[in-house]
């Protein structure tokens, strides 16, 4: 072990070294305000000084005045609405259960004034609210749940101004979604595949169907509430909100099918082509949601820098993608979607890569058992801190549950995008069979876990016992990444 063979690593990822110091400036930005003026005069002049005398700390300096900057710049005051009054609203219903505010009634006036901020949606179960839907409704606008600090200021952060309670009454009038979208056209495929034929059971049938449609179209209208509660419990929820772990079930799977490709001419530049292009269909499909396009924008850059079979490219190109997207909106910063995405793919390139080389054997199937397992056991380590800060417990039973569950995650969403790319009625009784029996597996799997005594206990770290762990992991890869690599030699001549 050598503190130089780091160095040499460290040297290698020169996105990351700029992605530190960029995003330091934006959370000392929201937490202290500095005179615009100062700040960009700064940064113009350590970064006129670094270019001149090369020199790292200016360059440092530079870019967190920068991120600093940027933070500043995308400041905007939050808009008032009246709260605790019935008074009307003009909804559009988006996914993850929020909904944009159009217009509202001015309850002194009675006249309708135009807005473009977001709302926590709460709706009952009879009014299934579809993504993309507008209504015209009655009710109250509450305050964020003062009882979840941390899930308020995460809702505050994503341009919530509130929260609302909907039921069927209050509705005016409601209209669907606008045009045919591929959204609507997924949703509509995957109720097609009907299968409930696959199911005898007709509840295991209507929850393997709900299950489907919100893994692979981010449709959750239709899942019940024992369903939900169970995932929830077993910390499996991530699975019902399409996010990074969805698009890189795709970006895994995709690239498993296609691995043959490299053997032809210029092939592995194809297999990036076509994993990319799936890859953003699904995003399609599933409504093109802030945590979707994040994910499959990540998924994009590391698809391409795979293609050059360097892991210091892909973590480069992570590195340059999360840089990207914060000098276009540096509140995604303090989004959880985008940490959990970022922490996840950087724990896939930092641990599960190696794990996955080393565990490496001369079996096809085995080893993508074994990958699919090692990813999925990386991911739920690396979000398990971020998701106890937002929700204020740890699911045990998850941390064990997780690596089972995404292979059949994988079988269900992988399955469900290629009957939406191609639903050919000759093979439908194979998907049907294939799809329906992996989802009610996964349904089955995660109602037993969830109803372990033990599955979960409170526990909702602050920010910076949050902080101490993360730094705990980049400490053990540090560790890690200080062993010198062992040198092959070929026999060959």
Not at 202 to 210: E, H, T, W, Y
Not at 296 to 319: D, E, I, K, P, R
Not at 448 to 468: C, D, H, K, L, N
Request: charged fraction near 15%.
């Amino acid at each position: 072990m050598s503190l130089h063979v780091l160095a040499r690593r460290l040297r290698r990822l020169p996105m990351l070294r700029a992605f530190v110091p960029f995003a330091a400036g934006i959370v000392l930005a929201d937490r202290y305000a500095l005179p615009a003026l100062f700040v960009w005069a700064g940064f113009a002049l350590c970064g006129g000084t670094a270019l001149v005398r090369r020199s790292s700390v200016y360059t440092v300096a530079a870019l967190l005045l920068f991120g600093w900057g940027v933070r500043g710049l995308h400041e905007t005051p939050p808009e008032r609405l009246p709260r605790d009054v019935r008074t009307g609203f003009a909804l559009t219903v988006e996914g993850g259960g929020t909904g944009r505010i159009t217009a509202w009634r001015d309850p002194a006036t009675g006249r309708w004034r135009e807005t473009k901020v977001r709302a926590v949606v709460h709706a009952d179960s009879t009014l299934a609210l579809r993504t993309g839907e507008r209504l015209v409704l009655t009710g109250c606008l509450d305050d964020l749940p003062a009882s979840l600090p941390s899930y308020a200021e995460l809702m505050r952060r994503r341009g919530c101004v509130g929260s609302m309670w909907l039921s069927e009454r209050q509705v005016l009038r409601r209209q669907p979604a606008r045009g045919s979208t591929l959204h609507a056209i997924a949703v509509g495929r995957l109720r097609r595949l009907g299968l409930a034929e696959a199911l005898r059971d007709a509840g295991r049938a209507r929850d393997a169907q709900a299950l489907c449609e919100a893994m692979a179209a981010g449709e959750r209208a239709g899942l019940s509430r024992p369903l939900r509660e169970a995932y929830a419990r077993s910390g499996t929820a991530h699975l019902l909100a399409v996010s990074g772990l969805h698009v890189g079930i795709v970006f895994l799977v995709a690239n498993l099918l296609l691995g043959w490709l490299p053997a032809l001419r210029y092939g592995h530049l194809w297999r990036s082509c076509a994993a990319a292009a799936l890859v953003w269909l699904y995003a399609a499909a599933a409504g093109f949601s802030p945590s979707v396009v994040r994910a499959a924008l990540m998924f994009t850059a590391l698809q391409f820098s795979l293609a050059s079979a360097s892991v210091y490219a892909s973590g480069n190109v992570l590195a340059a993608t999360a840089f990207g997207m914060l000098v276009w909106n540096p509140d995604w910063l303090f989004d959880l979607s985008f940490q959990l995405s970022f922490a996840a793919v950087a724990a896939i390139l930092a641990w599960s890569v190696p794990l996955c080389r080393l565990l490496r054997t001369r079996f096809g199937p085995l080893n993508a058992l074994v990958d699919t397992l090692v990813v999925g056991l990386a991911a739920s380590v690396a979000t398990a801190p971020l998701a106890a800060h937002t929700f204020g417990y740890v699911s045990l039973v998850g941390l064990a549950v997780n690596p089972v569950v995404v292979p059949l995650a994988a079988t269900v969403v992988f399955g469900s995008v290629v009957w939406m790319i191609a639903p050919l009625a000759f093979a439908a009784p194979l998907f049907r069979l294939v799809i329906g029996t992996a989802a009610a597996w996964q349904n089955a799997l995660v109602e037993r876990a969830a109803a372990v005594p033990w599955a979960t206990f409170a526990w909702e770290p602050s920010a910076g016992q949050t902080a101490a762990v993360y730094l705990l992991f980049i400490g053990i890869t540090a560790v890690a990444w200080c062993a010198e690599p062992k040198k092959k030699v070929s026999l060959r001549r």
